[in-house]
């Protein structure tokens, strides 16, 4: 394996906080494994303390001064190998800013998407098509093939 990614990819352990969205983001989840032909399997624990994934719901991830205002992923990784230790994905469920209003199901779901992303090891791509572009700027923003590419290369899968 490179740097970046886990040492277990088929069977990520991974811990969703109880709230509303809960399903919404395991269709996210389920969407990589999809994508990676199960290259990449999330399996969900029930007690957070065992998670190498965990994910949070807040009311608006801007409020914290974040990179992301819907959503934002802190990882570690191993000093020496660079191997993905843990990640924690926050996703904020209300349009940052806004006390009550809820963010649209499609525009959250594309966060989560990006998220997960982070978690599994990719970055930021230049590519505005992509998922993993910085900012949100089209509802037709997906998974490319240029970012399955950079997983096969942090992984090693080719
Ligand atoms: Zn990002």
């Known amino acids: 394996m490179a740097a ?31 994508v990676t032909n199960n290259k990449i399997v999330f399996k969900y624990v029930s007690n957070p303390n065992d998670a ?3 994910v949070i719901f807040v009311k608006d991830a801007s409020m914290a001064g974040l990179e ?11 000093v020496y190998t660079g191997e993905m ?22 525009r959250i779901f594309r966060v989560m998407i990006h998220e997960i992303g982070h978690a599994i090891g990719l970055k930021h791509s230049a590519d ?22 950079t997983l096969d290369r942090i992984y090693g899968w080719k």
């Open 85 to 106: 230790k843990y990640a924690q994905i926050d996703i904020a469920d209300h349009v940052p800013g806004s006390v009550g209003r809820l963010m649209p199901k499609d």
């Open 52 to 54: 190498q994934i965990k």
């Open 68 to 78: 992301h205002a819907i959503g934002v992923t802190h990882f570690q990784q191993d």
């Open 128 to 149: 505005t098509a992509s998922i993993m572009y910085p900012t949100a700027i089209s509802r037709n923003q997906a998974i490319t093939k240029g970012d399955l590419n």
């Open 4 to 34: 970046g990614g886990w040492a277990n990819p088929k069977s990520i352990k991974t811990y969703i906080e109880p709230n509303s969205k809960k399903e919404l983001m395991k269709q996210a989840f389920a969407k990589w494994s999809v």
